[in-house]
């Protein structure tokens, strides 16, 4: 099953994916059914915003994520064919619930008291002047990749960096209503990265209950919506994701069936076959994380229309609300 909400264009043909659906059609029809009352309901009007209105300065200019960036506008030039993955393709797919059960609502305030969270807003927005550092390779367990990647940006240039953080600001402060003890990866407060595998022993050594990485998509116009990326069954060299996988897959389940309710975008219609969902063993921000953890990317910054959205402060701050209202239903169990 996939979601076509209004004014979203219909799903191009399918890449061929390895991996089989795991989930029975008895399962997916009611959260298909579920996420088409949804849509009706909400529509795609997440927010207004302008990219114009939110042009970055040449200091958060983006890159290529597989190039390594020389300067400001080289990079500004050349912006990431995705912002997680150096364009390489998803390795696998896998279906789920993409709307949450009634009983999956957030609690009280003060009900992930005890719990720890850790945000990773993916990329720095000064990478792109440390090309030989974020170049550096690092093992992934499953081979070794750039230390970290420059994001992606609006072709107005907003970057993913700008993006990420923001967002995972406001996350902050919602968690922490909620009682949490909230960690990230970095605030802002480091000029390059950091690298993908310390990015991961952040998250293992505050022993974590949860880890989201937050990022934006690069890919084609016309390719729209969010997808959550979860850890395959990795375990090779320093990796092992076997008792995380999951964990994993409920946290990223429940983010994304909140997420669709909160913003009233739609699952990708690129990746992950409707779904929301996608399975990849070549992150090294998962394949390294020893606690539960998943990616979001929360739209495609290269379709004018998500774009839109993600340039939007009230966006945003649905967008905040969807990853917290998912995170707190796993934590409640």
């Known amino acids: 099953m996939s979601y076509v909400g209004p004014d979203f264009d219909p799903p191009g043909p399918r890449r061929s994916r390895r991996g ?22 909400v529509g795609d009007s997440g927010g207004g915003g302008s990219t114009s209105a939110t ?9 290529a994520s597989s190039a390594a960036p020389g300067s400001a506008s ?26 949450p059960a009634a009983s999956d609502l957030p609690a009280a305030a003060g009900s992930l008291k005890g719990k720890v969270v850790v945000i990773d807003p993916g990329h720095n927005a000064g990478n792109f002047q440390h090309s030989a550092d974020i170049n550096r390779k690092v093992n992934i367990g499953t081979n070794w990749k750039e230390c970290d990647t420059t994001g992606t940006s609006t072709n107005a240039g907003y970057t993913e ?76 060299g320093g990796a092992d994701t076997r008792a995380i996988v999951a964990p994993s897959r409920d946290l990223g389940e429940r983010i994304a069936g909140n997420f669709v309710r909160d913003t009233g975008s739609a699952p990708s219609n690129y990746i992950g076959g409707g779904t929301g969902l996608d399975v990849r063993s070549d992150l090294g921000g998962l394949n390294l994380s020893t606690v539960p ?31 917290s209202e998912g995170i707190v239903s796993f934590l409640r169990g």
Request: hydrophobic share 40%; charged share 20%; proline share 5%.
């Open 20 to 41: 089989p659906m795991t989930v029975a059609v008895a399962a997916l029809v009611p959260g298909a059914l579920v996420g088409w009352l949804v849509w009706q309901a």
């Open 55 to 63: 042009s970055t300065t040449s200091s958060g200019a983006p890159g």
């Open 74 to 99: 080289a990079a500004a030039r050349t912006p990431s064919a995705s912002g997680t993955d150096d364009g390489k393709p998803p390795s696998s797919t896998f279906s789920g619930p993409a709307t």
């Open 161 to 236: 960096a700008r993006f990420t953080l923001d967002v995972a600001r406001r996350l902050r402060t919602l968690l922490q209503q909620e009682g949490a003890t909230v960690k990230f990866t970095q605030d802002g407060d480091r000029s390059w990265g950091p690298c993908v595998d310390e990015r991961a022993r952040i998250g293992n050594d505050a022993h974590a209950d949860a880890v989201v990485s937050i990022h934006a998509d690069g890919s084609a116009a016309g390719n729209r919506g969010f997808h959550v990326i979860l850890p395959a069954s990795v375990h090779s």
């Open 293 to 323: 953890k998943v990616f979001i990317e929360c739209g495609n910054m290269r379709d004018s229309k998500d774009a839109a959205l993600l340039t939007s402060g009230a966006w945003r701050q649905k967008a905040a609300r969807g990853i």
